[in-house]
Nanobody, 121 residues
Framework: QVQLVESGGGLVQPGGSLRLSCAASGTIFSINAMGWYRQAPGKQRELVAS???????NYADSMKGRFTISRDNAKNTVSLQMNSLKPEDTAVYYC???????????????WGQGTQVTVSS
């Protein structure tokens, strides 16, 4: 009943910028934390950034100073502003959300299907 949909991926030149967005919909009582992960071919999925309900953020070292994560609690959305992109940033980017579907249910992690980001000349 919960769906996460990413958007904003595409092809960009090195040094360029992209803004990814993710919208959570369905039966949602409250969202705890939200985050962005990425996976390149032949590599494991890795954390890009995460953000708590209160707005505390965490970034992977390679993304600090270049990427910015934000969320809108009222709209159940999370965004990732990516600047100074490098070829090594090429990957499928996934958003996730740790949320409750009701007051009495335990929280559960949901994942989007991913959006492709390609950084190339």
């Amino acid at each position: 009943q919960v769906q996460l949909v990413e958007s904003g991926g595409g092809l960009v030149q090195p040094g360029g910028s992209l803004r990814l967005s993710c919208a959570a919909s369905g039966t949602i009582f409250s969202i705890n934390a939200m985050g962005w992960y990425r996976q390149a071919p032949g590599k494991q999925r890795e954390l890009v950034a995460s953000i708590t309900r209160g707005g505390n953020t965490n970034y992977a070292d390679s993304m600090k100073g270049r990427f910015t994560i934000s969320r809108d609690n009222a709209k159940n959305t999370v965004s990732l502003q990516m600047n100074s992109l490098k070829p090594e940033d090429t990957a499928v980017y996934y958003c996730n959300a740790d949320l409750w579907t009701s007051f009495s249910s335990p929280k559960y992690v949901y994942w989007g299907q991913g959006t492709q980001v390609t950084v190339s000349s």
